[in-house]
């Protein structure tokens, strides 16, 4: 019979080394890039921005103001403009068409530069609905028959107050109460106006 043997003897070569092989969870040093930083391999640093691309860009060009300030008084002062000629020919050609349909206290109001809607208003006053009515209607045609077609037309058919947009003139007619209501006579009591040829009956609003 054969004596059962006890376990065996471990001996040097048949323990494990604790460095063959990594632990679960842990990675080679010398393969992460911590391992490598750490063993003196340093990754590149992108470049740093050296302001040639800002220095190739163009200089912001300043807007050229509409109106400049009086050194004196400090206040706003109308800056002649040739780009305006147009529209000032628009508004009087819209003053003409006005008159032909018996419109009174007519006005043209030069804001150029003191508002950025348009260069000049026009007002004018009819006598009932009907005649302001017809008094936008003349406006329109007429500056549509010399090639200046509105933007928009608002307070139709009420007109009470008919707005007539030709983008940088803008036309008002008014019944004799709206115009003393809104009062934008008063609004504009600073501005120049244009003077109108054949509209001496015309009156100031009081």
Same mark, same amino acid.
Request: overall charge positive; charged content about 40%.
């Given at each position: 019979m054969r004596l059962a043997r006890g376990p065996k003897k471990r001996t040097d070569d048949d323990s494990p080394r604790r460095?063959?092989?990594p632990r679960p969870g842990k990675?080679?040093?010398?393969?992460s890039p911590i391992g490598k930083a750490r063993t003196g391999t340093r990754q590149s640093k992108p470049a740093r921005h050296t302001g040639t691309l800002r220095g190739n860009w163009p200089k912001p060009q300043r807007a050229? /103001?509409? +109106?400049?300030?009086s050194r004196t008084t400090?206040?706003?002062?109308?800056? /002649?403009? +040739?780009?305006?000629?147009?529209?000032r020919k628009t508004a009087l050609l819209a003053a003409q068409a006005g008159l032909e349909k018996k419109a009174t206290q007519i006005e043209i109001i030069d804001v150029t530069g003191k508002v950025d809607y348009a260069d000049f208003l026009v007002?004018?006053?009819g006598q009932s609905d009907r005649n302001v009515a017809a008094i936008a209607d003349e406006v329109e045609s007429f500056l549509a028959k010399n090639g200046m077609r509105a933007m928009a037309v608002e307070g139709l058919p009420e007109a009470n107050w008919v707005l007539i947009d030709f983008v940088d003139v803008v036309v008002h007619v008014f019944q004799q109460?709206?115009?003393l209501l809104y009062d934008l006579d008063g609004l504009w009591m600073d501005a120049r106006r244009v003077p109108v040829q054949g509209a001496a009956q015309n009156a100031s609003v009081s």
């Open positions: 460095f063959d092989k990675t080679d040093p010398k393969k050229e /103001p509409r +109106s400049e300030r400090g206040r706003a002062v109308a800056r /002649p403009s +040739s780009g305006n000629d147009a529209s007002l004018m006053t109460d709206s115009r």
